[in-house]
């Protein structure tokens, strides 16, 4: 089959070829110009093409193929030849009867033709006539038809005529049945009727028309403003408001005006709330306060319905929402500022929190939560820090107010005890009254505070942290001992310039070992009872540090009392300076009794000892001090009892020969007595007399004395000898420097010849009895 | 703060009060001290470190007719020095010169150059220009001030000018500023009293009662320290009088003098009545730091670097040497000197 097809293909094309080639404009060129080509590619296949050579083809078929091969080819050839010539006939046919036909064909349209002119010529006249005619009927009738559509058009003007005669009872209507919607339709459908004519003749028209309107917008503007109207209807009102060409935008500022109006108001009523809560207590508060969330309620309806009429005014509300929490937030730092309670506070907060809550619903994206946690972050943090200040201030207030008793001298039994009770007592009291106010904060869950409540812990402790270390600064500032670089502080103006108490420093001293010893333990264990659940543990709260706290305050309480002390001291000093500068020791007389420089130190002694013994603890162990007293080094010099015992009769014995004195001192090991300072009487008052000695047998060695001198100044150590026994607690250091003294005088003296006991004794004597008489009849 | 006894000593006869670094001698690290004694012959010991530094060696000892209050060295010429010296009602001030021939141990006797005998009531101390080759000295009494002019080659001294600081300021000692030689502060009773020299006039005062002590700053300009009874030691600027810029406790009882090293910055020295020297660093905040940064920081380093408290009697007499100015020199009331190395406390550098 597949041969049959190649062949009848073969046959096909070579066909086409054929008739291509016969057709073709100019057969012959092909095979005249390339006759060098068809020999060069001399091919069997190339019998079929134009450039066909048949001796070549010949002598290629020759040289290629065998006998029986030529043979074969012939006889194919032939039969070949033999078809095309049988095709060439067929073709040859088939065209002519193809031009027979077409002769005939065009024959008989050359007859059909001749008849159709005639034709032709009868149509045209036929139409010629027909619109001769219609034209005819066109004149004929055109008039009737203007008419016609004149009145129609006369008919439609005053149908509209009418409508607008009609329409301020029509609107009139439509206002009785407060059909306002379709009063508006009909309203804006004769407006450009009233707009081209209506000067001149709708004139009454269009007033009686414009008058209803105007009742209409009344209306509708009562209807927007009426809160009993559905929201609904009311968003409705101000769509046909804008459609009449209201100015919304009036109506919305006057909307929104009221509403502000609200706010103003619902604020004159929270003053109000705030009022009663503080003149009546719980009872009003919780009516009021419903009064006032009935209030809230009212607000979120309004602007929940001023959201829908005017919806693209939300940027306003939040505004508006976060003025009323604003507000809220300032009324609440107002009574910060005047230092309310927490409880009054958690009350405010509550009532926020529950406006809050509302406005949220109503207003879910103006973000009121968070800025009302922002506020009532920053409320609290200053309601925080409010109650230390205040705390700050009561505790300076009663000191200054110690201070100013002290200086108005006014007369108590123990003044100073009292008024050291006082102050711990408001210390104590005030710190406690401040963690609980901020535990009652915490205490309450309310969702604002809650979230809060970590960093109002860490306030709390940052703010007792703070408070302890301005106490701090205040203490030494009242002492005197900080030159404070703001000199303008609230509080201290009295004080500054006037010179500083001692007892008050002293008092500050005491002070400050009970908060070391014993406030800040106190407050502490209150502080972490109540952050126990608090994330931060005792140890990292960086905030609190107690034991910071105790340091500052050991650091500051020793430092007062070496400030009283030297404030005491330096009263003394002026003493022994006028005793020492003013008589001329070189021409001293004869001794007679004991200086009354003495007396003078003694009375002052006695009021250290009384203001000591009323504040001041008394030492535990008052044998054992002196061991304990600056650490190794008293250890170290052993037994100073009995040196001083040796000390002392050698001293005795050797007065009148300073070379024995001197090797005595050269065989005594020193004597420690500069000891630190305790917070107990004995201790305080036996440095004052220990610095006091010094001091005295410093100003004697910077003198001379002629041997009267000498002996005064024995005269009046031996009378102290006596006094100061009872007193001191370190009897031995105390007897060493009274002998120092004397050893000095000596030292210093030109004619160092001692007064005899007995003489020493008598004088002693005499004066004590004189003091002892002086103060009976004083009593 | 154990005051372990490295240093060296060295024991004069009698009691004594007051010691100078002798600043002209260039060779050896040496002080001068004098005794204080009412019936005794007092004496003058020119003390000098040996070459090793572990001896203290007596160069010299000389006499001297009074028991002495105050010495001061003259700064260009190591022979000469003045006194202030008293007994029972007598007082007086003069310079004297150490003779040539001073090898011999024997106390020869001091040859007294000049006599500053125009003071009416107790002299106090003596100063001498504060460094080189100058004429100027003042002596200081309990009301008056005296610039003398002092000729070393004619010897003799005049009174250049004077000025009377009023009866009731009783004044009781005095320093040179080293910055401007025409300025000198005077302790007095109720206050510190600034004094420009060209007009003998007082410039300005600190209020402030009790000062003891007081030396100018060294190295920093305007600093000026003061040492109290009581509260214990005040550093000042002079510019801003009102407050001083740093206090330091002092000591437990009286500060009796404080000297700044001339060497070391802050680095201040100060003996006190408590029989210890207690050497300090102290750093005021300087201007240009905004003084809020000292409040701070609480936590301030302790300003004592030691405290030498190995004596047996109050000290008074302290003095730095200017050779070596790590070394100082300190005298207690029992006559005897120490002179210590403060090396091993200075803050590493």
Not at chain 2, 2 to 26: E, F, H, M, P, W
Not at chain 2, 181 to 207: C, F, G, H, P
Request: proline residues 3%; negative net charge; hydrophobic residues 40%.
């Amino acid at each position: 089959m597949g041969v049959d097809d190649v062949l009848l293909d073969d046959k096909a094309k070579r066909m086409r070829d054929l008739l291509s080639s016969f057709y073709s404009p100019d057969p012959t060129s092909p095979s005249t110009t390339t006759p060098n080509a068809s020999s060069r590619f001399a091919t069997l296949d190339t019998i079929n093409t134009t450039t066909f050579d048949a001796d070549q083809y010949m002598n290629l078929l020759v040289q290629k193929s065998n006998l029986e091969g030529l043979l074969q080819r012939h006889v194919d050839m032939a039969a070949e030849i033999k078809n095309l010539d049988t095709d060439l006939q067929m073709l040859v046919y088939e065209n002519y009867n193809k031009f027979v036909s077409a002769t005939d064909a065009i024959k008989r349209m050359k007859n059909n033709i001749v008849g159709m002119e005639t034709n032709m010529e009868q149509l045209l006249e036929k139409i010629m006539s027909v619109q001769s005619r219609s034209d005819g009927v066109n004149t004929s009738l055109f008039e009737k038809r203007e008419h016609i559509e004149k009145l129609h058009r006369t008919r439609n003007l005053l149908r509209k005529v009418q409508f607008i005669y009609d329409l301020p009872a029509r609107l009139a209507k439509c206002i009785k049945s407060e059909a306002y919607a379709d009063a508006v339709k009909y309203y804006i459908g004769a407006m450009p009727i009233f707009k081209i004519y209506g000067d001149s003749s709708f004139q009454d028209c269009k007033r009686a028309s414009e008058e209803a309107v105007a009742t209409i917008i009344k209306a509708l503007q009562g209807k927007v403003f009426s809160d009993s109207e559905s929201i609904q209807a009311r968003a409705e009102a101000v769509m046909l408001l804008k459609q009449l060409d209201f100015l919304v935008n009036n109506l919305k500022v006057q909307l929104f005006e009221k509403l502000e109006q609200f706010l103003v108001d619902l604020h004159l009523e929270f003053k109000e709330i705030r009022n009663a809560s503080s003149d009546l207590g719980g009872i009003s508060v919780s009516i009021s306060s419903s009064a006032h969330e009935a209030s809230i309620h009212e607000f979120a309806e309004a602007v929940r319905a001023y959201q829908v009429i005017f919806p693209d005014s939300e940027q306003q509300l939040f505004r508006l929402a976060k003025d009323l929490a604003t507000k809220h937030f300032e009324a609440t730092k107002q009574q910060i500022k005047k230092q309310l309670s927490s409880a009054d506070l958690v009350a405010m907060l509550r009532v926020i929190w529950t406006d809050v809550l509302l406005m949220d619903e109503v207003l879910p994206e103006a973000g009121l939560r968070d800025f009302t946690f922002e506020a009532a972050h920053d409320a609290i943090k200053q309601y925080v820090a409010g109650r230390f200040s205040h705390l700050l201030l009561d505790i300076s207030g009663t000191l200054v107010k110690v201070h100013d008793n002290q200086k108005g001298v006014i007369e108590e039994e123990c003044p100073l005890q009292a008024a050291l009770e006082i102050s711990k007592k408001a210390l104590v009291q005030g710190s406690m009254d401040a963690l609980l106010d901020t535990r009652r904060l915490l205490d309450e869950n309310l969702e604002v505070l809650s979230r809060l409540t970590d960093l109002i812990i860490e306030w709390v402790r940052e703010g007792f942290q703070d408070f302890f270390r301005n106490l701090n600064d205040q203490f030494l500032m009242l002492s005197g001992k900080k030159y404070s670089a703001n000199q303008d502080l609230t509080f201290g103006e009295g004080t500054q310039g006037d010179k500083v108490l001692p007892e008050l420093v002293l008092l500050l001293a005491q002070l400050s070992v009970f908060i070391e010893q014993n406030a800040i333990t106190r407050i502490t264990e209150e502080i972490f009872s109540f952050s126990g659940g608090g994330t931060r543990g005792y140890e990292t709260s960086p905030a609190f540090i107690p034991a910071e706290i105790c340091r500052i305050f050991r650091s500051a309480g020793e430092e007062l009392l070496q400030h009283y002390i030297s404030l005491k001291t330096q009263k003394i000093l002026i003493v022994l300076k006028k005793r020492f500068t003013t008589p001329n020791w070189v021409k001293h007389k004869e001794p007679r009794e004991v200086h009354m420089f003495v007396d003078l130190l003694l009375q002052e002694l006695d009021t250290i000892l009384n203001e000591v013994k009323q504040i001041l603890p008394e030492g535990l162990h008052p044998k054992h001090r002196r061991t304990d007293s600056n650490g190794s080094a008293t250890s170290s010099r052993s037994n100073p009892l009995r040196d001083d015992r040796l000390v002392r009769s050698n001293t005795q014995k050797a007065r009148s020969q300073l070379l024995e004195s001197h090797l005595a001192k050269l065989f005594k090991q020193k004597m420690e007595i500069f000891t630190k300072v305790e917070h107990a009487q004995e201790s305080v008052i036996t440095t004052i007399i220990k610095l006091f000695l010094k001091s005295l047998q410093e100003f004697v060695r910077l003198q001379t004395f002629n041997r009267s001198g000498f002996q005064q100044i024995q005269l009046d150590i031996h009378f102290l000898k006596t006094t100061l026994k009872h007193t001191a607690e370190d009897e031995a250091a105390i007897a060493f420097l009274l002998d120092e003294v004397t050893v000095a005088a000596a030292e210093r003296c030109l004619d160092p010849i001692p007064l005899e006991q007995a003489i020493l004794d008598r004088l002693t004597q005499a004066k004590l009895a004189k003091n002892s008489e002086q103060s009976s009849t004083s009593y | 703060m154990q005051g372990g006894s490295n240093g060296i000593g060295y024991s004069l006869k009698y009691q004594a009060r007051c010691i100078a670094d002798v600043k002209a001698d260039t060779d050896h690290t040496s002080f001068l001290t004098g005794t204080l004694s009412l019936k005794e012959e007092n004496e003058v010991h020119l003390i000098r470190i040996s070459s090793t530094g572990t001896e203290l060696i007596c160069e010299g000892l000389f006499s001297h007719p009074n028991e002495i209050w105050d010495l001061a060295s003259c700064p260009f010429d190591q022979r000469i020095f003045s006194t202030v010296f008293s007994s029972g009602e007598t007082y007086g001030a003069a310079i004297w010169q150490i003779p040539e021939l001073y090898g011999q141990l024997n106390s020869p006797q001091l040859e007294r150059i000049a006599s500053l005998d125009a003071h009416s009531s107790k002299i106090k101390c003596t100063l001498w220009w504060p460094t080189g080759r100058h004429d100027k000295l003042v002596s200081i009494d309990e009301q008056n001030l005296f610039l003398w002019s002092f000729d070393t080659s004619k010897k003799n001294a005049q009174v250049q000018s004077q000025e009377s600081a009023g009866v009731l300021h009783s004044l009781s000692g005095g320093a040179w500023d080293p910055h401007d030689y025409n300025a000198l502060a005077l302790t007095s009773e109720s206050s510190v009293q600034l004094w420009d020299l060209r007009t003998m006039k007082k410039t300005n005062s600190i209020d402030h009662p009790h000062v003891r002590n007081l030396d100018y700053n060294v190295k920093r300009k305007y600093m000026l320290v003061t040492a109290e009874d009581e509260s214990g030691i005040h550093i000042w600027d002079l510019r801003m009088l009102k407050f001083p810029v740093l206090d330091l406790p002092g000591h437990t009882h009286w500060t009796w003098t404080v000297k700044c090293n001339p060497e070391y910055e802050d680095l201040i020295l100060s003996a006190g009545t408590d029989s210890a020297v207690n050497l300090w660093l102290a750093s005021p905040p300087s201007g240009d730091k905004p003084t809020s940064e000292s409040f701070d920081s609480p936590k301030s380093v302790d300003p004592l670097l030691n405290s030498y408290t190995d004596y047996e009697d109050s000290v008074y007499g302290l003095a730095w040497s200017c050779r070596e100015p790590w070394i100082f020199a300190s005298l207690s009331y029992d006559g005897r000197v120490v002179v210590e190395s403060t090396k091993p406390h200075l803050p590493r550098k």
